[in-house]
């Protein structure tokens, strides 16, 4: 609209001040840029001997592994052959973040329109205050809650599931013992992952411009309308990107998973069964006690569910790409 | 079906803010009304109590009456969203739906309200992009965005999207200050055909276009910065430029205004 402006032809410049700017640059400039440089190489260097060092340390423990370190459902590199494998882990992580993010993500984004869109501004307010609260809760504290509380009270949750829903198969339980299983996993992380959903979501919605909303408003849409029409399409990127934030620490989850799950080597469809394990877990349950060759094992553990963060968020970032016409970032 | 617009005895607030006191006007079905007056002399924020879009800003409150045709859309049982589906708005920036494409841009208000048959949309939103002049220029891409289009064709777009739901008003707030003088005809001259089946008001700061398009021409003033807008005079076009009865109005039009 306003490139009439930005492209016509410069003013023409005093020949002394293309002098200057052509001439020495000052010494701040230079000195500026020499650390900015500096820091930016010795991160990298740092960052490529880090990656460097796992990833020899993982090629040691895995070369000497008996069995296929990606399909094998058990962890025992002290042992002769060492067999260890990362199936498991892997189906675990996987699916108790699946359950949390379906969980979380759904609510996250009510509670931020109801906190942008709905709620009156003195309800509105102290309620994003204690969001932000719940988002620096340490996750330990996530963990000894969910063990001591939330363990009791999902097992009548178990129980009906598995009464009501037993026929889906997933909610079938064909074990006993008490909920430490990769559902109440899924579940705890859902809670520890939902302020910072919402707190980015939130953000984003308070950004729709007034105009797009007025657009729907003028049109006679309802409150939800609004929000079906304007927000959420505007918010979509900040939906995907604010969720890649909670997945990635769902993923990552140590603490909380340790204390909540009672681990065990073996991958079951049916969510309620007790055991099960993910990657940090593993690796924090075990890395005390294991010898040099068993930290291998755990950090080559580490690598892949570092390689399956960065699949996860390249895969966002190509769904945001491939909207971008339609992101209002050129209206 | 256009229908005649009768306020009376409007004042609107933000806040504790008196933003226009005391506004009473009639505008035919059928005609073209323009509003004139200096900056922040209430002219947008009259516009929007005509469609109850004031009262979504914070704070926005509204005394009095309009009438359209017989019906008060201040009474108490009538519900502002209804309103806003037969008095239609065009914006002073252009504000398609940037998430969404041509197509569903036009057809938004349509799907908004539910009543059309299926088979129907896409002859509706091709007539209103007509009625906009804009379907020579996007009949290839309606499946292209509409953020996409310039910001000429964009206003036309919201304009065909407002004409869609065949709404009884159309309001515009300075619809063509964003645009160039060839986009700004090409709506002046929709302005003009649009009048045939539309009761129409418009805000501008051009004096030249309030001339060009309207019937009638409303002058709008305020006695100080800060105190409340009032409407000045409302007479017929020609009667406001040629030989206005208020002082003020022949000052502010010929610029020895302030
Ligand atoms: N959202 C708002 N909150 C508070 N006061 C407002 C708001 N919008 C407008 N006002 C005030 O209401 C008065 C009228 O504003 P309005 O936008 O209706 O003027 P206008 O005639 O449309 O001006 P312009 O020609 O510059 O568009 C002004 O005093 C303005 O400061
Ligand atoms: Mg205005």
Redesign the pocket.
Known sequence: MDTATTTSAPPPRAPQQTGTTRGKPRPGDRIFLGMSRGAGIFLLVIMAAIAGFLTYRAGIAISKDDANFLTTSEWNPAGDPPVFGIAVLAFGTVVSSVIAMVIAVPVAIGIALFISHYAPRRIATPLAYVVDLLAAVPSIIYGLWGAIFLVPYLDGLNSWLNEYLGWTYIFEKTGEGVARNLFTVGILLAIMILPIITNVTREVFLQVPKMHEEAALALGATRWEVIRMSVLPFGRSGIISASMLGLGRALGETMAVAVVLSPSFVISGHLLDPGGGTFAQNIAAKFNEADEFGRDALIASGLVLFVITLVVNGAARAIIARRKEYSGANA | MAKRIDVSGLTAY??S?K??DDISMTVEPRSVTA?I????????????TLNRMHEV????RVEGKVLLDDENLYAKDVDPVAVRRTVGMVF?RPNPFPTMSIFDNVAAGLRLNGTYKKNQLAEIVERSLRGANLWNEVKDRLNKPGSGLSGGQQQRLCIARAIAVEPDVLLM??PCSALDPISTLAIEDLIGELKERFTIVI?T?NMQQAARVSDRTAF?N?SA??Q??KLIEIDDTERIFANPSVQATEDYISGRFG
């Open positions: 933000y806040g803010h933003a226009i509003f007056g200096p900056s922040g002399c209430g002219k947008s924020t009259f516009l929007r800003t914070p704070g926005g002073q707030d300075e805000v700061h709008f305020l910065v800060g409340p807008g």
